[in-house]
């Protein structure tokens, strides 16, 4: 079964970075890379958001609010998403998912998406 595993979540001030990982299992090496990965988040009280996306051909997308300051990425070899936050701010404060669909980006949603991680905290101060 896919598993999908996030790490690297915690505290910092704000102006400060994390970098965040997930790590994938129980995929061929094929499907993973022609799978669409990516990041969303959801704070206490609010719907879950898309934060990131990068499709198998690498390219990246991301909302608004974070663009400039995250960067996904992803090493197939390893199986692995990442996420660099640059300059947080107290309103990145969320719960952090990693999420995987192998029919592509379009389906890579909170309703459609394939598969999720159990989620790793941020927390930024001020």
């Known amino acids: 079964q896919v598993q999908l595993v996030e790490s690297g979540g915690g505290s910092v001030q704000a102006g400060g970075s994390l970098r965040l990982s997930c790590a994938a299992s129980?995929?061929?090496?094929?499907?993973?890379?022609?799978?669409?990965m990516g990041w969303f988040r959801q704070a206490p009280g609010k719907e879950r958001e898309g934060v990131a996306t990068i499709s198998s051909g690498d390219i990246t997308s991301y909302a608004d609010s974070v663009k400039g300051r995250f960067t996904a990425s992803r090493d197939n070899s390893e199986r692995t998403l990442y996420l660099l936050m640059d300059s947080l701010k107290p309103e990145d404060t969320a719960m952090y998912y990693c999420?995987?669909?192998?029919?592509?980006?379009?389906?890579?949603?909170?309703?459609?998406?394939?598969?999720w991680g159990q989620g790793t905290q941020v927390t930024v101060s001020s």
């Open positions: 999420a995987a669909d192998i029919r592509g980006c379009t389906y890579l949603t909170p309703l459609l998406s394939q598969y």
């Open positions: 129980g995929y061929a090496y094929t499907t993973y890379r022609s799978s669409c």
